[in-house]
């Protein structure tokens, strides 16, 4: 019987809120239902039930907690739990590729870190989560890496976060990096449709409006009488004072963006130390992420739209075992591409970045090109046939022209040390890929393909976090064989 050590007391509230989350909202319906009668007398047996029904999750999330254990033993690390049927799961420290240690705000007040193990498997029930105190997490991490390095350290949380870089190659984020990121950040795009609304909602307050009835809406907002009196007066001013209320919102947004990004990026530091890559970041939350460089499967180097004109790229991995909310890995948030080759022999000198200078196929842009625009002329005409003003959407001929125009030439591939994918859009991406992280390659055709003699290629990875990026169309048949031929390596 392997000796077995408890987790931390504060895992005893992951267990009330992991059982409470799936009450809570049955409960809350039958309580409504039982005030909402009106027979005039307050359902204490709801009370009752709630009470005692308190007092079992939490002396269940107790029991819970003691009979949860962990232990290291014989280059293993045993999991048990449960109480009336008792699980364990062995797990050879071999096979943990990558370390992800966190400390929220409530962490550090209690001294616990939450340490995820992440297994060579793609299947998440495979990894293991514990919530350990400091010194617990230092002896379970040093464990690992002693096993990789023929040795054991005693090294504290704290001690790592200080020392452990020193004297390895570093990478860190600058403010300016982070500014860049908030740029194109999933805060600042929701951000600004939000700031808009608020915008509405304080118009109501200091307009209100004749029916007080009236939802508030974007569509109240323009329909004003204000702006009707305003358009009618002097159009510029109010054109003006919209753009001034657009431009005000997205400043907002940024600013919000901004401040986020900073509190959740701070300090952000990469630190390579022999084969493996270690992350730390985090103000209010703080993270470290331990990486194998042999389960880097590939980079994925982005240009959003509005960090391109600054030259700013931010770069993004895809790792064997990551799957679910884990599977996109940041590596830089922001970097200039003037830095960004300097990092990566710095880093990942496994990876080479070169511009990609095979493109599509010539005499195919009919493809690319010509059939969207036709197809698009082709509505326009017969919707002008009801309405004159459908010949106002010609302007989007010339859209859809250049997008067609600019898939067409700007996408190119290349097969040197790896498969390179370069493709443009609102963010431009190169997706750099080793060939052993390539499980198989496929290709296929339509009958419109077939048509025009090209074919669709996807590359198929273990857990990729965005399928879509290792797919491009417009390869030949001569292309196909110079790919498979770099594939099987022959």
């Not at 326009?380 to 898939?407: C, D, E, P």
């Not at 198989?440 to 990875?461: C, K, M, P, T, V």
Request: aromatic residues 12%; contains cysteine; positive net charge.
């Amino acid at each position: 019987m392997h000796t077995m050590i408890r987790q931390h007391p504060v895992k005893v509230m992951m267990y009330l809120y992991q059982t409470i989350r799936y009450m809570i909202i049955p409960y809350t319906l039958l309580l409504f239902n039982e005030i909402r009668a009106g027979t005039g007398e307050q359902p204490y047996w709801v009370y009752g039930l709630a009470t005692g029904v308190g007092i079992g999750i939490a002396i269940w999330s107790i029991v819970s907690w003691w009979k949860d254990g962990y232990g290291i033993e014989d280059n293993a690390i045993i999991l048990r739990h449960g109480f009336f049927y008792t699980t364990q799961r062995t797990i050879p420290l071999e096979r943990i590729t990558n370390i992800s240690m966190e400390m929220s705000w409530v962490d550090r007040l209690v001294r616990a870190v939450t340490i995820q193990l992440q297994t060579s498997d793609s299947d998440e029930a495979a990894d293991a989560t514990l919530v350990l105190t400091s010194r617990q997490a230092s002896l379970v991490r040093s464990a690992i890496k002693g096993h990789r390095e023929g040795s054991i350290s005693n090294n504290a949380y704290e001690e790592y976060q200080t020392n452990t870089l020193s004297g390895m190659p570093i990478w860190t984020a600058s403010p300016k990096d982070i500014w860049m990121m908030s740029i194109s950040s999933n805060t600042f795009w929701l951000g600004v449709p939000f700031c808009i609304s608020l915008v509405a909602y304080l118009w109501k307050w200091l307009e209100p409006p004749l029916d007080q009835h009236n939802d508030i809406s974007l569509v109240y907002f323009f329909k004003n009488e204000m702006w009707k009196e305003i358009l009618s007066s002097d159009y510029i001013s109010a054109l003006l004072a919209l753009l001034g209320i657009l431009v005000l919102c997205v400043l907002v947004s940024w600013l919000v963006s901004m401040i986020m990004m900073q509190i959740r990026y701070d300090q952000w530091t990469v630190a390579r130390h022999n084969d493996k890559l270690d992350i730390q970041y985090g103000w209010h939350e703080k993270k470290l992420l331990s990486l194998q460089v042999n389960k880097v499967q590939s980079i994925r180097v982005k240009e959003h739209l509005l960090i391109r004109p600054f030259g700013y790229v931010s770069v993004w991995m895809d790792c064997v075992g990551y799957t679910g909310e884990r599977k996109a890995k940041i590596l830089l948030p922001a970097i200039h591409k003037s830095k960004l080759r300097a990092a990566f022999e710095t880093l990942l000198p496994e990876f080479d970045l070169p511009t990609p200078e095979r493109r599509l196929p010539m005499g195919k842009e009919i493809y690319f090109i010509w059939m969207p625009v036709l197809t698009a002329l082709i509505i326009i005409v017969i919707a002008s046939l009801f309405s004159a003003w459908a010949w106002i959407a010609a302007v989007l001929l010339t859209i859809v022209y250049g997008v067609g125009r600019n898939k067409y030439r700007c996408t190119r591939w290349d097969t040197q040390q790896q498969c390179i994918i370069a493709k443009p859009g609102l963010v431009k991406t190169a997706v750099y890929i080793k060939r052993e992280a390539i499980q198989a390659i496929d290709y296929s055709q339509n009958r419109l393909h077939r048509l025009f003699g090209i074919y669709r290629i996807e590359l198929i990875l273990d857990s990729p976090s965005k399928s879509k990026e290792y797919i491009f169309t417009g390869m030949e048949r001569e292309d196909i064989t110079l790919l498979l031929t770099w594939y099987k390596n022959v």
